[in-house]
Structures are given as structure tokens and as C-alpha cells.
């Protein structure tokens, strides 16, 4: 790569919330189209699960690096944090353009904290030009897609870019820059795994903006899908591919195409996707079974009818009570997803989705519950919107109050540590449960916990239930003395761990 044209620096910022056992999709798919026109790209995920960095590492690395451009993926859970990063760097004259989910909904803030140029919509048709732009290189209003601040500081935001509609013209993700020890090894293999086949999603979720990818379901062509799985399986070596798509199998011809050249191409992968309840039928899931389909996810929601009328949900109880049975028949493992606290559902509503997992149990292997599973008003959704004034979380995410950072037993019970490892959204109270309506909510995560233990051996069962039921009934009455006693039990476990690894590298 040419240095003259410029070194390009994709950066994925620091979480507390987030940990990548893979490289996101999106950096690598910038890098694909910028090297080819001679860039040098370099990628820095501070979230990459053997190598996290805080601000000030990332701070250190760029100035290591002394990049012409920076690429700040945004997306809102992680904006605020972001944003004192991107402050930092702009004092010391770095070169800013914020792109993602984030940045296409609300494209004049970025501009607020340090960057100076946005991008909005599908980066690839715009980041050459807009690194162009920065750099000086073309005028920048020139550039579809684009906002900035001019010379008087008035914000101007130039004409929206169009959609990808021939994804087939996208080149394959710029792999070869990934680093495997970032991720915690030397195999590439595990890495590569993740593929989209299609964009966009045409469901109206309540409580999903879409807006990168719009509204419009556009997909790649089955022969381009099997080409890169051909690709990645020879070259690195990878055996399992998940479809990160929105609704995979929106397209039922083209779904079926793909599973039938898996098998023809004698392609020895397995592969799992999400889709809708709705896409499926039995024909498709025994074509997606023999071509090595182990999983898909669903997004249930709720076991409420009212709900999902409300939240826009296209299918019905009684399609998921026919489909999740039998996407198992044919030994694929559904995955279920469900939302909890929408602003209008109380105890009886939440027990009422609840009794539906109970249901759903018998043909799931484990449940996976996961940030989302508690309702999060993100913006350019119909509940934000709605509910934004009411509750008073307008611009929720650049308030430092309304945090939901993963749970530590100084500050939490062991209970809420276990059932919301990744994050205690019920700390950021956007909706103002009542402590009832937080009961059962507590109900439902504790009911998967459980669940999700039955493959352990019964000893391990056993002390694991005891411990997180006798947590939540002592934080009830004491949650001080309840932190103290796992507290201590927490370092006298670590202080044994460290004796015994110490007696284990003496014998050695």
C-alpha cells in the first residue's frame, strides 16, 4: 500500500459492555474498498477480546500509528464514551469521520464532539470520498452521504447517498488484516466465520430504527454467498459461518439456492441465521438441516398477543408454537429471543411471557439472555419517540445516569452479577418499573439461569441455583450484608485459585 495516499486507521471504540471474539464485520468491509484504491488501512478493535484497551491505550496507539484519517465506528450504547475519545484526539489535530448506526440516525452530533466529518448510510459507497474530503483532497460537498461543518461553523449536510442495490459488487471483507492474537490465538479459523447475505429488513419494530440499513430487503446472489464461503473455508480453514443478516431467509427461492449449493459444492461447513418466525415452513428447514444448518435465532419478544400487536411483530403466538417445534424435529436448535419492561406491561404481562418460555423450554437447548433482553429506547425507534418526554430520557445515551455497565459484586448482588453479566440495564430505569414489575422481571432472567444449567453435572447445578437463589432472597432483606458475604466468599475463592496455580507451576 502507497503511504502518499494515505495510512487510514478503522477504529472500533472501548467498551465496558462489549468483548469481540470476532472483528466487526463493518471495519472490514471499509477496508476492502479503501485498499483497493491504494490506501493503507490498519484496524483497531479496543474491544477485541484478548487485546481491550481503555481511552488512553487507544490514545497511545493512534499516536503510535500517526494516521492521516481515523474512522470512528458509533453506535449508541457506546457514543458517550466514544465521544471523549474522539474530543481527545481532535485536540491533538487528528483527522475525525464518524460512521454506524449511530452516526446515520443522528449525523449532526458526532459533529458536536470532535469529528469533523459524518457519514450516513452504507459506508462503502462514500469512504474513499469522504477520506478524500478530509483530507483536502475534493470539495466536501461534493460528497453524497456526507455532513460536516464549513468554515463559519454552520452545520451542512449534503444529499443522502442511495442503498447499495447490487450487493454482488461489494468486494469480501478485508480479512487479511486481522490479527488472531487480538482475539485470543493463532487460528484464523473461528475468526472469519460471520457473513452477510443481505440488508436491510422491512419489518416496522417498534422498538428497531433500521436506520443503516433501511427498510428496503436487498440480498447477494446465492452464487456470490457460496463463492466467499468457498473462499474463507479453503483459505482459512473455517468450518462454521453465522449469517448476521436481519432476516435471512426473507427470500425463500434464494435461501433455498443456498442450501442446495452447500451440498452441491460438497462444501464440509455447518452454518446458523436469524430470521423471522414467519419465513420458514418444513420444506426449507429440512434443505437448511441436510446442508448443515445447527441453529437459528428467532425473535420471539414477547409471549404477550397485545405486545407483539403493539411493538409491530409479524408473526403470532401460534406461529412460533408451530415453528420453534419444528425447527427442532429436523435438529436444528432454535434460539429464542423475548424483550422485557415495554413501558405498558406490568406483573401479569411479564408472567404472561414468561409462562410462554415455560412452554418453549422443552424444544430449546439453553436460552440466551442478553442486554437487549430488557426493553432499551434506542433512538429513531417508535418507543423512543414515544415515550421519550413521559420518561425523561431524551438523548439518554450522552447522560452518564443512564449507564448500564456489567455488574460487580461491590455494587451488585451476586444474583444480578450472574443473570446480567453484560450489562444491569435495569440500572439505567428508562421506563420507571415499579419494584413488582422489577420482581418479575428478575423471575424470568432466573428462570433461564436455571434452565441453562441442566447440562451441568448436578453437583455444579446444585451449588450454582443454591448460591443465586440465596443471593436474591438476602439482597431482599440486606443488600449490604449480602455484598459483604460474596464479597469476601469472591476474594477467598480468587486467593485459592492463585494458591493453587502456585503449587501447580512449583510440582511442574
Known amino acids: 500500500m502507497n503511504r502518499e495516499r494515505g495510512l487510514v486507521l478503522l477504529l472500533y471504540p472501548p467498551s465496558e459492555t462489549q468483548r469481540h471474539t470476532t472483528c466487526p464485520a463493518g471495519l472490514l468491509m471499509l477496508a476492502a474498498v479503501l485498499e483497493p484504491q491504494g490506501f493503507e488501512v490498519r484496524l ?53 469521520i464518524a460512521g454506524g448506526p449511530h452516526a446515520t440516525l443522528l449525523p449532526e452530533e458526532p459533529l458536536l464532539h470532535g469529528f469533523q466529518t459524518v457519514v450516513a448510510g452504507e459506508g462503502e459507497p462514500t469512504v474513499v470520498e469522504a477520506v478524500e474530503a478530509v483530507l483536502g483532497r475534493i470539495p466536501k460537498e461534493s460528497v453524497k ?92 480453514g473455517t468450518d462454521h459461518f453465522h449469517f448476521v443478516d436481519d432476516t435471512m431467509a426473507q427470500n425463500r427461492d434464494r435461501m433455498m439456492q443456498i442450501c442446495q449449493g452447500i451440498m452441491d459444492r460438497k462444501l464440509a461447513v455447518t452454518w ?22 445447527t441453529r437459528i435465532d428467532y425473535g420471539v419478544e414477547s409471549g404477550n398477543p397485545e405486545t407483539l400487536k403493539r411493538i409491530h ?81 431524551a438523548n439518554w445515551w450522552l447522560n452518564g445516569k443512564r449507564r448500564y455497565q456489567p455488574p460487580r459484586l461491590k455494587t451488585h448482588s451476586l444474583f444480578e452479577c450472574r443473570v446480567f453479566p453484560l450489562g444491569a440495564v435495569l440500572d439505567a430505569d428508562f421506563f420507571h418499573y415499579p419494584q ?40 431482599a432483606v440486606s443488600p449490604s450484608l449480602e455484598r459483604r458475604l460474596f464479597g469476601t466468599l469472591q476474594v477467598a475463592v480468587r486467593a485459592l485459585r492463585q494458591r493453587t496455580g502456585r503449587r501447580r507451576e512449583g510440582s511442574a
Open 145 to 236: 452521504g456526507l455532513s460536516w461543518v464549513d468554515a463559519e461553523g454552520r452545520y451542512q449536510r449534503n444529499e443522502d447517498r442511495p442503498l447499495v442495490t447490487d450487493l454482488d459488487s461489494l468486494p469480501f471483507p478485508a480479512r487479511h488484516l486481522v490479527d488472531p492474537a487480538d482475539y485470543g490465538g493463532t487460528n484464523p479459523a473461528p475468526l472469519f466465520g460471520n457473513l452477510f447475505s443481505s440488508r436491510g429488513c422491512p419489518a416496522r419494530c417498534a422498538y428497531c430504527a433500521g436506520g443503516l440499513f433501511g427498510k428496503r430487503f436487498r440480498f447477494r446472489s446465492a452464487g456470490n454467498v457460496l463463492d466467499e464461503i468457498t473462499l474463507v473455508t479453503r483459505q482459512y
Open 272 to 293: 446458523s441465521m436469524m430470521t423471522r418466525v414467519d419465513s420458514l415452513d418444513e420444506p426449507l428447514l429440512d434443505l437448511a438441516a441436510r446442508s448443515g444448518c
Open 44 to 96: 483497531l478493535d479496543a474491544c477485541a477480546a484478548a487485546n481491550q484497551r481503555n481511552a488512553d491505550q487507544v490514545v497511545e496507539e493512534i499516536q503510535r500509528i500517526n494516521p492521516d484519517v481515523v474512522g470512528v465506528t458509533l453506535v449508541t450504547p457506546l457514543v458517550r464514551q466514544a465521544y471523549d475519545l474522539s474530543e481527545r484526539l481532535a485536540t491533538g489535530g487528528v483527522k475525525l
Open 436 to 475: 413488582a414489575v422489577k420482581e418479575t422481571i428478575y423471575d424470568v432472567f432466573q428462570f433461564m439461569y436455571l434452565f441453562n444449567l441442566k447440562n451441568r453435572p448436578w453437583i455444579s447445578r446444585m451449588i450454582h441455583s443454591g448460591q443465586l437463589i440465596f443471593s436474591r432472597r438476602l439482597s
Open 313 to 393: 411483530k409479524p408473526h403470532t403466538l401460534d406461529m412460533v408454537k408451530k415453528t420453534i417445534p419444528l425447527t427442532a424435529k429436523f435438529g436444528i436448535d432454535p434460539c429464542v429471543f423475548f424483550i422485557l419492561g415495554f413501558p405498558w406491561e406490568g406483573t401479569e404481562e411479564t408472567k404472561i411471557t414468561l409462562a410462554f418460555m415455560k412452554e418453549l423450554a422443552p424444544y430449546l437447548r439453553e436460552f440466551h439472555p442478553a442486554i437487549a433482553s430488557i426493553l432499551v429506547p434506542f433512538p429513531g425507534t417508535e418507543i423512543y419517540e414515544k415515550y421519550k418526554d413521559q420518561y425523561g430520557f
